[in-house]
């Protein structure tokens, strides 16, 4: 009679870093063309906790349309300018930066407008979510149960800054932070 097996665990493994030339795709981070009547720009930097830009980090951004429905739409590749997805991916540049065109988001159930976003990075196990909200919604982001449920200091790192200019299209800045001081606020849900 054989003793029983002993199994063990085998190690973590890190995200990446072959998504960085396989996930990326054309026109991955437009999810509307610029020329649309509400296109808005969100931008920001992948830092990590000494404040270093991440080179090599890709962001994903779900979210709903300018009146809060979910898109029912299939995601594509080839992105036409007419079908609004509610999906887009970002490769950030040399200096962490990242770029999305997109629309703002309506309310959806009551809650404060908000975008979804994943980070995808070298030495993360597993992808972060986090959230982005729009700074000018302060009377909605009282009552949404996410924001509430953020300690009040770190609330300000789920929040855009606007940075366009009068009469040019919107522009907002999210920068995430993967660690250290002002750390983005990352969610945890439940499998």
């Avoid at 994903?60 to 992105?79: F, V």
């Avoid at 200096?95 to 975008?115: D, E, I, M, R, W």
């Amino acid at each position: 009679m054989t003793e029983p097996t002993e199994f063990m665990q085998t190690p973590a493994q890190t995200v990446g870093p072959f998504y960085g030339f396989a996930l990326p795709y054309d026109k991955g981070p437009e999810l509307v063309p610029g020329h649309h009547p509400h296109a808005i720009r969100l931008h920001g930097t992948v830092t990590d906790g000494a404040g270093d830009p991440v080179p090599d980090a890709i962001l994903e951004l779900w979210q709903a349309n300018e009146t809060g429905a979910i898109s029912r739409e299939q995601g594509a590749l080839d992105r036409d300018g007419f079908i609004f997805t509610g999906f887009g991916r970002a490769a950030v540049n040399q200096a962490g930066h990242f770029t999305f065109t997109t629309v703002k988001p309506g309310s959806v159930g009551g809650t404060a407008p908000y975008l979804v976003i994943t980070v995808f990075a070298r030495g993360l196990i597993q992808h972060l979510f986090t959230r982005a909200y729009f700074p000018e919604d302060t009377d909605l982001h009282r009552e949404d149960t996410v924001l509430r449920a953020v300690p009040a200091a770190r609330r300000a790192t789920l929040v855009c800054v606007a940075d366009g200019t009068p009469g040019g299209t919107p522009s907002y800045r999210f920068d995430v932070r993967l660690q250290g001081a002002n750390e983005t606020v990352f969610l945890d849900f439940d499998a």
